[in-house]
């Protein structure tokens, strides 16, 4: 999308944006069998956000919503987990947990160095894909090599098993400048699927007055400073006072994530990364 017309979408109105959204969803709904579409969310308010606007979405269309799928990278802050027990309790919406089983396996601690030679061949193919050719490496979900195989790989190998033709994704043009680029329907290659954003040109604050218009839920971390959720290890908070309140016009919302994966999030995208 151009510059001009990106800007023009980013300072309408909430509603408006709102309204932009659902027809995303709907064009979406057009396209795609129930069955081929899905949803990935993080257990953040912007998934949040995206999850209740396609909830709201199939019912008015009176289809059966997509299917919801989470990633396990290995390092979950356990209010995530427990947030997202939670919503999808409350929902109603069965949630498909994805996770790379052979890196995994019963449980890794961060700083762990893993072999190799251990993993299997999908996996050291995958590494390959990364131009990485060390004999082994710490295990660091937020790493880039940690961060594909324990985000990018089982989220690809879930696309395939469960034939997934489309994918809801709460990426937002303001979140990281390797996402400035994006339009709200973005196709992918390996595997074939389209990636649908709905809410693209949303900003922060944005989604924080639709947060709390709508009255949806939210993890409790946002409420003690942190603004952008990723693992324990790699995400700190901005800020002592609750996210929806710091200065989100004028400091970064992912200062507190780890800065090696964010320097490499465009060669990380360009391999399948959300």
């Known amino acids: 999308m151009d510059a001009a017309r990106t800007q023009e979408i980013l300072f309408t109105d909430l509603a408006t944006k709102v309204e932009k959204a ?9 396209r795609f ?3 081929r579409l899905a949803v990935a969310v993080t257990g953040g308010k912007d998934s949040t956000l995206l999850l209740r606007l396609v909830l709201d979405a199939s019912l008015a269309a009176g289809r059966t919503p997509p299917v919801v799928v989470h990633l396990d990278e290995g390092d979950p802050f356990p209010e995530i987990t427990a947030f997202l027990d939670r919503l999808c309790r409350d929902w109603n919406v069965p949630l498909v947990v994805a996770r790379n089983a052979d890196l ?3 449980g890794r601690t961060v700083g762990e160095w893993i072999p190799v030679s251990g993993l299997s061949e999908k996996n050291r193919l995958e590494l390959s894909r990364l131009s990485f050719c060390g004999e082994g490496f710490v295990f660091d ?4 090599v940690g961060n594909h195989l324990c985000k990018t790989v089982p989220l690809n190998a879930f696309l395939e098993q469960w034939k997934i033709s489309a994918l809801f994704t709460a990426i937002r043009w303001d979140e990281h400048e390797a996402r400035l680029s994006e339009d709200f329907f973005s196709p992918r290659i390996a595997p074939p699927h389209l990636r649908v954003h709905p809410v693209l040109h ?3 604050r944005d989604v924080w007055e639709a947060t709390f218009s709508r009255g949806l839920p939210f993890c409790e971390l946002y409420r003690l400073g942190y603004r952008s959720l990723g693992t324990r290890s790699g995400t700190g908070k901005a800020a002592d006072v609750p996210a ?4 989100l016009e004028h400091t970064p919302e992912r200062a507190g994530r ?5 320097a490499a999030m465009a060669a990380l995208r360009c391999l399948g990364y959300l």
């Open 22 to 30: 659902l027809s995303v969803i709907d064009e979406a709904f057009s």
């Open 33 to 35: 069998a129930p069955r």
């Open 104 to 106: 995994l396996g019963a």
């Open 141 to 144: 979900p937020e790493s880039p």
């Open 202 to 204: 949303f900003r922060e």
């Open 244 to 247: 929806w309140e710091q200065d």
């Open 258 to 262: 780890a800065m090696e994966k964010e």
